[in-house]
């Protein structure tokens, strides 16, 4: 059974910091490019950052210079680090594997950023 796992989010001022966490389980890891995604009420989900199995990065410009995506394969973990926190940037945030033949989500984390 597949089963992406995020964790880290919570409540934050805005200007601060916090590392989201995903761990994959059921799946090969490494083979994966890795997504973050984010969506509030009302809005499609929109993409956050990737990380391909090769390790190239690529940002949304709302986040770019502020929100860092990272992977460890041996921890089957995908990472992202989101510092300068807007209140923008409140949201659920999902994780992503995506191969050419399949694809996972978790069940997302809450993220809020107060002003």
């Known amino acids: 059974q597949v089963q992406l796992v995020e964790s880290g989010g919570g409540l934050v001022q805005a200007g601060g910091s916090l590392r989201l966490s995903c761990v994959a389980s059921?799946?090969?890891?490494?083979?994966?490019?890795m997504y973050w995604y984010r969506q509030t009420p009302g809005k499609q989900r929109e993409s956050v950052a990737g990380?391909?199995?090769?390790?190239?990065?690529n940002y949304a410009d709302s986040v770019k210079g502020r929100f860092t995506i990272s992977r460890d394969n041996v921890k089957r973990t995908l990472y992202l680090q989101m510092n300068s926190l807007k209140p923008e940037d409140t949201a659920v945030y999902y994780c992503?594997?995506?191969?050419?033949?399949?694809?996972?989500w978790g069940q997302g984390t809450q993220v809020t950023v107060s002003s």
């Open positions: 992503n594997a995506s191969s050419p033949i399949s694809g996972y």
């Open positions: 059921g799946i090969t890891f490494s083979i994966y490019d």
């Open positions: 990380i391909t199995r090769s390790g190239r990065t």
